[in-house]
């Protein structure tokens, strides 16, 4: 499949609310699969994975349509309500549209409870999500890491994958308390990691300056290649950098690795985990 971009989003405002956009006015106008094909060129980047980016069935099923008129794009990380009774019948719907959807997601980091994670309601769903052959991908920051710890060890045969490495505090320095919360998560080997949204996470005008391949560094020797991979997490990285700075700030971090180390982490982990 060649360079996989893990984590890219698409959407279109004038069909239905974002409420995480409101402040975010650069962000508020439709990007959808012909930007996206405008920012990929020249970078190396082949094939793609759309995440859902609102919390409603109706977004997911839009981008398994983009999804199957777009040859770039090879995979879905949806949305579907884990509390509510029938996630399980949601899910089998999503999997009988083909081999489009290959995860679900849910930004627990926009709960106001910070143990939404380890709700039972919320674990049985998850539990549904991995029978139903899926991968859950986890959107948390801090205040949400031990919720997840407990959500991962309730489900070991779920496969998780750690979205923008847990979203550290680059801008403000923060490491010790990331590092461990990280480290934790992993210790389970059901547990992957995207090396992306860091550009974000730094001070958007100085991410140059802030030392970001410490944390993929950081994230590579906890996670190891094989358990690692790249996202470019655009156009939400527009509010710091282009797509091909992303892609160029990714391969210099990494020019030190071996080359099967590169294979997975820019293609290999990601085909695997999702079943592209």
Same mark, same amino acid.
């Given at each position: 499949?060649?360079?996989?971009?893990?984590?890219?989003? =698409?959407?279109?405002?004038?069909?239905?609310?974002?409420?995480?956009?409101?402040?975010?006015?650069?962000?508020?106008?439709?990007?959808?699969?012909?930007?996206?094909?405008?920012? @990929?060129?020249?970078?190396?980047?082949?094939?793609?994975?759309?995440? &859902?980016?609102?919390?409603?069935?109706?977004?997911?099923?839009?981008? %398994?349509?983009?999804?199957?008129?777009?040859?770039?794009? !090879?995979?879905?990380?949806?949305?579907?309500? =884990?509390?509510?009774?029938? !996630? *399980?019948?949601?899910?089998? &719907?999503?999997?009988?549209?083909?081999?489009?959807?290959?995860?679900?997601?849910?930004?627990? &980091?926009?709960?106001?409870?910070?143990?939404?994670?380890?709700?039972?309601?919320?674990?049985?769903?998850?539990?549904?999500?991995?029978? $139903?052959?899926?991968?859950?991908?986890?959107? @948390?920051?801090?205040?949400?890491?031990?919720? /997840?710890? +407990?959500? %991962?060890?309730?489900?070991?045969? !779920? &496969?998780?994958?750690?979205?923008?490495?847990?979203?550290?505090?680059?801008?403000?320095?923060?490491?010790?308390?990331?590092?461990?919360?990280?480290?934790?998560?992993?210790?389970?080997?059901?547990? /992957?990691? +995207?090396?992306?949204?860091?550009?974000?996470?730094?001070?958007?005008?100085?991410?140059?300056?802030? *030392? @970001?391949?410490?944390?993929?560094?950081?994230?590579?020797?906890?996670?190891?290649?094989?358990?690692?991979?790249?996202?470019?997490?655009?156009?939400?990285?527009?509010?710091?950098?282009?797509? *091909?700075?992303?892609?160029?700030?990714?391969?210099?971090?990494? /020019?030190? =690795?071996?080359?099967?180390?590169?294979? /997975? =982490?820019?293609?290999?982990?990601? $085909?695997? !985990?999702?079943?592209?």
């Amino acid at each position: 499949m060649g360079f996989i971009d893990s984590h890219h989003h =698409l959407w279109d405002p004038r069909l239905r609310e974002y409420p995480w956009m409101a402040s975010l006015d650069a962000l508020d106008r439709p990007l959808v699969v012909d930007d996206l094909r405008h920012a @990929i060129a020249g970078t190396g980047v082949t094939s793609t994975v759309v995440v &859902q980016a609102a919390s409603t069935d109706e977004e997911t099923d839009w981008l %398994v349509a983009l999804a199957e008129s777009a040859p770039e794009i !090879v995979g879905v990380v949806g949305w579907a309500a =884990l509390e509510a009774g029938g !996630v *399980g019948d949601r899910l089998a &719907q999503l999997v009988d549209r083909g081999r489009w959807v290959r995860g679900i997601r849910h930004p627990a &980091q926009d709960e106001a409870d910070p143990g939404w994670l380890a709700r039972p309601a919320v674990i049985e769903g998850v539990r549904a999500v991995g029978d $139903a052959g899926l991968v859950y991908d986890l959107l @948390i920051k801090r205040s949400e890491s031990a919720a /997840a710890e +407990k959500l %991962v060890e309730a489900l070991p045969d !779920v &496969q998780f994958v750690v979205d923008h490495a847990a979203k550290p505090g680059i801008a403000e320095g923060e490491w010790e308390r990331w590092h461990a919360d990280l480290s934790a998560l992993a210790a389970h080997g059901n547990v /992957a990691c +995207k090396v992306s949204g860091l550009v974000t996470e730094a001070s958007h005008d100085e991410w140059r300056e802030q *030392g @970001i391949p410490r944390y993929i560094d950081a994230v590579l020797e906890l996670f190891g290649a094989d358990r690692c991979m790249f996202g470019s997490d655009w156009p939400v990285s527009l509010l710091a950098a282009t797509y *091909g700075e992303v892609v160029d700030l990714a391969r210099a971090a990494t /020019a030190s =690795l071996s080359e099967s180390e590169r294979d /997975a =982490l820019f293609s290999g982990t990601a $085909a695997r !985990v999702y079943g592209l």
